[in-house]
């Protein structure tokens, strides 16, 4: 069964803060995705990535970066938090042209 | 660019009525359709997929969904919901380029059933 695990399920931190995101996945996927979550608007593609030390911009890449150094890790980051990234993160993984797979989310609130 | 639209943010159905949530796509070429599934505190769970081929798709949990090219549609049905089914649902369009399939989503639909 395929796991895709996000280091936090709940995070709180500071504006200005940097904030780091953790993803991994266990089935040796080349794709990985960065996805934030808003009532209403569905989920919105952040950042993917294709590969080790491949990534690209997704529909609303401004305020984030991204990081692959390890084909089962994709981490997020915020790199100086502001009130209007309080939302839900998801990540996923995937084979190329096959479904995406889940993580459990992680909601994080910028105070 | 490739849009989804769910008309329904909420709909609320009877344990034992049928089900039917609507989607509605934008998108150039051939679509890749999907039907996932979110519950409280969870991540999303694929229900079914559209690649190609027979339009009437069946899923997992006693879903289906139904490809109408003609209306840009894929609907999402149940014909008996079940109270595990209260849970939020999203859409959403798939294309192809250099990674694959890449996802636009829908704003989702929340069910809520009735006793």
């Known amino acids: 069964d395929v796991k895709v695990t996000q280091s936090s399920r709940y995070l709180v931190k500071r504006t200005g803060e940097k904030v780091f995101l953790e993803c991994v996945q266990d089935?040796?996927?080349?794709?990985m995705f960065w996805y934030r979550q808003d009532p209403g608007l569905g989920l919105r593609l952040i950042y993917f990535?294709?590969?080790?030390?491949?990534?690209e911009k997704g529909d609303i890449p401004e305020g984030y970066s991204v990081s692959r150094e390890k084909k089962e890790r994709f981490s997020l980051i915020l790199e100086s938090a502001s009130t209007n990234q309080t939302s839900m993160y998801l990540c996923a993984s995937r084979f190329t042209g096959k479904p995406q797979h889940f993580g459990d989310g992680t909601r994080l609130s910028i105070l | 660019a490739q849009s989804v639209t769910q008309p329904d943010i909420h709909i609320t159905v009877s344990e034992g009525a049928s089900l039917e949530l609507r989607c509605n796509y934008s998108y150039g070429a051939t679509p890749y359709l999907f039907w996932y599934v979110q519950s409280p505190g969870q991540g999303l769970q694929l229900l079914l997929k559209?690649?190609?081929?027979?339009?009437l798709v069946q899923g997992i949990k006693g879903f289906e969904a139904e490809f109408k090219r003609s209306q840009s549609s894929f609907n999402l049905r149940k014909p008996s919901v079940h109270w595990s089914d209260a849970a939020e649902y999203f859409c959403?369009?798939?294309?192809?380029?250099?990674?694959?399939?890449?996802?636009?989503f829908g704003g989702g639909t929340r069910l809520m059933v009735k006793p």
């Open positions: 089935m040796d996927h080349e794709n």
């Open positions: 990535s294709y590969d080790v030390k491949m990534k």
């Open positions: 559209y690649f190609s081929g027979d339009t």
């Open positions: 959403a369009v798939g294309a192809l380029n250099n990674a694959g399939n890449m996802l636009t």
